[in-house]
């Protein structure tokens, strides 16, 4: 860099040399990717302008809000009818909650599919996950700040998880709330972490995409890039194809936005809170469900709450459990099948998860809670030792 | 690193004495300056200040449950029938979850009376009465009996039965 010295230079020189800015923007320009990636790798992308949308009408509906105990429900009401836009602000947010989660879990779906947290992306694949779990926990206090009735009791179910821990859980409980009971403290601490957690999430989104960037994207081949004829530059191939996957999204979201704003949400968050009711039939939100499933699985609060944090943690493990070279599901034949299964296996779960854990609903939650730790604890070991798999092309360019 | 570097020189010197003892005391004090933080969150002073609250049990029927709220908790004051009493006393309750008699959940005296939290010891939601007798939690479907005792569900213990004492025969102080 030193020898790019410039005396009779533009101003972007003048910069470039105290601060290369440019040279990094080219980095991402030649940026080179797979000529492969069909659109399951849009994902990603979407998931960031995801992020984006929920951090700008976050900061406009703040504006407006008003995290007390008395005043926050109507403040909410009040964003609904006088401010302007407001309507449409609260709505983008609510609804982009969902379209954001939406965007995550089929970018995770993607790899497990195609095998993409295996060596050497291991870190990506973790730092991944701490975006997932940073986001449940900033669209779970998110939730609660409206402070209907799903609000708080979601608030108050949720912040007992912790109780189940022996000893000290009620001392950690009593301190997350702030009191002896979901009250104004624990509002105000939640609308504080909601609206800085979202800026800890692009931070670790950005060390995600420079961690991706060391070995670059997986395909769906799974096999390493061989040469420069097995790629493209980002831009402006990818650019475009994940423009026209905004464009998708962006309709899927305008749909929910105007047509069905509240058809995610809970209609018993339009009742303010109250601490002597609590309603008939608490759910989370439906990007929750299966985790709560697997937590109503056992009889026992110590180990439901265990079993719900697991199935999460075994997500960490992954890249030891399956062990297999092969990363594509498209050449393991057997996987292919057991993906699918465990796929369906997490859909009914959220089914389980959103009824009432009654009669049928017990047993199928145990049996679904039970295959979900066998496909990663067993089944994944399994396969990756005794699966005869397909013969792998020799390059992403060739035919076979 | 060169690899001279990790040569075997194992010779422990005052310098790393002095680096070691440095990152310690630097720790304590990380770790001091963030206790006020993490204290802060804590209840204050005005929510733990105990506050207490009296209740009028006379216009309470049998068969009646009232909720009351205490420190932003409901408290089920229930007056139990005479079934109700004979029911929860001839429970076989040494093989329950959370073994405990009925007589050492209600006051001597005044064993129609049975004054709890109505929490559910589960995960905080509100049970419900159940028209058998005993609750019901809606959450994650927890049973307790006509004297608050874990039956069946996830919940570990049996509904807790506050502080209160008798002021009068039918005044009750909680807290």
Redesign the interface.
């Known amino acids: 860099m030193s020898s790019k010295k410039i005396k009779t230079g533009t101003v972007a020189d003048w910069i470039e040399y105290r601060l290369p800015i440019f040279s990094f923007l080219k980095h991402l320009g030649d940026y080179r990717t797979p000529k492969n990636l069909n659109y399951m790798w849009s994902f990603g992308s979407i998931a960031g302008i995801g992020l984006v949308i929920q951090i700008i009408t976050g900061i406009f509906l703040a504006m407006h809000y008003s995290p007390n105990a008395v005043t926050a429900f109507g403040s909410v009401e009040y964003i609904m009818r006088n401010v302007n836009y407001g309507w449409l602000l609260r709505y983008l947010h609510a609804v982009g909650a969902s379209m954001f989660f939406v965007a995550v879990y089929l970018h995770m779906a993607r790899s497990l599919y195609y095998g993409s947290y295996k060596t050497p992306r291991e870190l990506v694949w973790f730092l991944g996950l701490l975006i997932f779990f940073l986001m449940m926990a900033t669209a779970f206090m998110g939730y609660v700040l409206p402070w209907g009735q799903m609000s708080f009791w979601g608030a108050t179910v949720i912040t007992n998880l912790f109780s189940a821990i022996p000893v000290i859980g009620d001392t950690i409980v009593q301190w997350l709330w702030g009191g002896f009971s979901v009250g104004d403290p624990t509002l105000n601490r939640f609308f504080v972490l909601h609206y800085l957690l979202p800026f800890i999430i692009v931070a670790v989104v950005l060390v995600h995409i420079i961690a991706l960037h060391v070995h670059g994207s997986n395909n769906p081949k799974g096999i390493d890039v061989k040469s420069k004829k097995d790629t493209i530059p980002f831009h402006p191939y990818y650019t475009v194809k994940d423009l026209f996957g905004f464009g998708v999204y962006f309709i899927i979201f305008a749909y929910f936005v105007f047509y069905q704003p509240n058809y995610l949400g809970h209609p018993d968050n339009y009742i303010e809170s109250n601490p002597m009711v609590t309603p008939e039939h608490i759910v989370p939100e439906w990007y929750f469900l299966p985790f709560y499933a697997i937590l109503r699985a056992v009889p026992n609060k110590l180990l439901g709450v265990i079993l719900m944090f697991s199935s999460i943690m075994v997500l960490f493990a992954l890249p030891w459990l399956d062990r297999s070279d092969v990363k594509s599901g498209t050449y393991r034949p057997v996987f292919k099948k057991l993906y699918w299964v465990f796929l369906l296996d997490v859909i009914g779960l959220g089914y389980i998860g959103a009824n009432s854990p009654e009669g049928i609903y017990i047993i199928l939650g145990r049996v679904a809670t039970l295959y979900y730790f066998l496909h990663f604890l067993f089944i994944l070991p399994f396969l990756s030792k005794y699966e005869r798999t397909l013969p792998l092309p020799k390059s992403i360019s060739s035919k076979l | 690193m060169k690899k001279s570097d990790s040569a075997p020189k194992k010779k422990v010197t005052r310098r790393d004495f002095l680096v070691l003892s440095a990152t310690a005391v630097a720790s304590i004090g990380a770790a001091s300056a963030a206790w006020p933080l ?1 204290s802060s ?4 002073s005005d ?1 733990l200040k105990l506050s207490s609250i009296e209740v009028d049990l006379s216009p309470i029927e049998p068969g009646q449950t009232v ?1 009351v ?1 205490w ?4 408290v089920f004051i229930r007056h139990r029938t005479k079934q109700e009493i004979l029911e929860s006393e001839s429970a076989d309750w040494k093989s329950m979850r959370d073994p405990e008699s009925d007589a050492s959940r209600v006051k001597p005296g005044h064993e129609e009376w049975l004054v709890m939290l109505g929490v559910c ?6 049970p ?1 009465d159940v028209s058998t007798g005993g609750w019901f939690c ?4 927890s049973h307790y009996d006509a004297s608050g005792r874990i039956v ?5 213990l049996n509904l807790i039965v506050p502080d209160y004492e008798f002021v009068t025969d039918t005044k009750i102080k909680i807290g």
């Not at chain 2, 809606?138 to 479907?141: I, T």
């Open positions: 993490i969150m804590n209840p204050a929510v909720k709220l420190r932003g908790k409901p010891t589960h995960l905080g939601c509100i419900i809606p959450c994650h479907g069946k569900g996830p919940a570990p």
